[in-house]
């Protein structure tokens, strides 16, 4: 049961970017009812730059503490293997500057000098030019993260049925498929991305055969679900 809500987390991410970039939910208020701590990290160095009131509790600092410590909060509470190890392949991950690429890694935490290590479960992604968005969870509440979201705001389907098969997707492929589903010929694609118009036509055969299908009504839907243009 663990392993598919470790599954679906960063579906769950996905979804609630999405409705922070739309505007239909404020960060303030989403970090009120969904579980774990949600945070807004810096790209440059991972310094969080905004955190739930759980997050500001469970460490031990006001967000104003923890903005003028920056990435100097890593140091005084994880481990030397998750600030190089861990870190160093989520920063190469997000060096692919993929706004579509969810990135789901455990990292430790000692919120205490006394206490031992404990273990989160974090998934991330980009959320702006400058900023990406994570949620870090407790191995308890992962499953409820799933069941809260999918409650107050759906799941859309196709997002859904095709989530793992466009993370498979590269960065220009997710670029050629969002403009497909704004129905633009693969000229007018070639025309938009400065590409060779067989070079469109390439990335349009790896799409259909990535998430398997070719069906022009179920590309735009795919498009819809992921829309990233």
């Known amino acids: 049961m663990i392993h598919k809500e470790l599954r679906d987390q960063p579906k769950q991410l996905f979804k609630l970017s999405q409705l922070i970039n739309d505007g239909t939910i404020s960060m303030d208020d989403l970090s009120e009812i969904i579980p774990g701590i949600m945070h807004v990290n810096s790209r440059t ?49 997000l060096s692919k500057d993929d706004i579509g690429h969810v990135i789901p890694f455990f990292q430790d935490w000692q919120y205490r000098e006394d206490e031992k290590p404990m273990f989160h479960f974090t998934s991330t992604k980009i959320l702006n ?54 129905e633009l010929s693969r000229k007018e694609i070639s025309m938009l ?10 990335h349009c055969e790896n799409i259909f055969k990535k998430l398997g299908t070719n069906k022009r009504t179920e590309i735009k839907k795919i498009a819809d679900a992921f829309r990233l243009i």
Request: aromatic letters at 12%; charged letters at 25%; hydrophobic letters at 30%.
């Open 193 to 202: 991305l400065f590409i060779d118009p067989k070079t469109v036509k390439k």
């Open 45 to 93: 160095d991972l310094g969080i730059e905004y955190i739930s009131k759980q997050g500001c509790d469970l460490l031990g600092y006001s967000l104003e503490e923890l903005n003028e410590l920056g990435g100097e909060i890593f140091e005084k509470h994880q481990s030397e293997y998750t600030r190089t190890v861990t870190y160093g392949k989520l920063m190469n991950e």
């Open 129 to 182: 030019e400058t900023q990406l968005i994570s949620i870090s969870l407790f191995p308890r509440e992962i499953e409820y993260l799933t069941n809260k979201v999918n409650n107050l705001f759906g799941m859309n389907k196709t997002l859904e049925t095709y989530f793992f098969q466009y993370k498979t997707l590269t960065k220009r492929e997710k670029e050629v498929l969002a403009h497909l589903g704004n």
